[in-house]
């Protein structure tokens, strides 16, 4: 007897834990018919009929709601295993082609410097402009190179495709500072390219909105100058090697004093554009 009494109290209690199993996922509504239909069935055999109706309601609200115990499509669409959506799919397609172009462009522009290189006369080095004077910001650019590579005072800087930029002001341990053509103290030998006439290239002396504007004087008042000519440096005080395009002539006229020719020059170098430029290491 003792052990049919065992027997049947074990079968009640696996049956009160399987109950409140069910209970924890079903809904509210179910779980309440539920607890109250098998409570009524099982509670008498082991004898604790008003104490266990009130240990199942405990436990049956420690259960999830009917919200949480079944989700909605909503939620399981944004789990770690739901498919992206066609908008999402449309996003990342957009991003895909836009990083596609942007490394297309990167390679054009690599292999087209490395064309110029192969067109400049002298040894160069390929550097990346980190920076420009805040005071200054038409004039000065800092470069990411310095005595760590050999950087000097007063080397000749020019764009990727040749053409004069300035030259090193300061050199610092990582980083140098470039003087751009147009800065009062950036002067230098130039020449007219058709004609040979020489002159200086100084800062503008008169009033220009274009950063990119210089002036070309001291030109011998017997020579034709015309807009549309080119303008190169011509070598002579050692500050530049010799044929480095520099612009081309807007316009021309006497000085006040009459004893020469002046003109304006439009730089070939794009000043406020410069990503990348070349230091001439041997020339």
Partial sequence: MKRFFYRSQQAAVGAVLLTVSLLLVMPESVRARLKSAIGG?????????????????????????ETESFPTNKALAQGPGASPTVAELQHENVRLVKENN?????????????????????????????GRDPFNWWRRIKINLGTNKEVRLNQPVISVRGELVGRISEVGPLTSWVLLVGDPNCRFSALLKESRSQGGIVSPRQYSADPRV?????????????????????????????EIPVGVVVDSWISKDGLYTEARVKLHANLNQLETVRVLTDY
Avoid at 41 to 65: D, E, K, N, R, Y
């Fill in 214 to 242: 210089v002036e070309l004087t001291y030109l011998p008042n017997d020579v034709e100058v015309r807009p549309g000519q080119g303008v190169v440096t011509s070598g002579l005080g050692g500050g530049f090697p010799k």
């Fill in 41 to 65: 069935l099982f509670l008498p055999v082991i004898g604790i009929s008003t104490t266990g109706q009130a240990a199942l309601q405990s436990l049956g609200q420690l259960g999830v709601s």
């Fill in 102 to 130: 942007q490394l297309r462009e990167e390679y054009n522009r690599l292999r087209e410097d490395q064309g110029w290189e192969r067109s400049i006369p002298w040894e160069t080095k390929l550097v990346r402009v980190v």
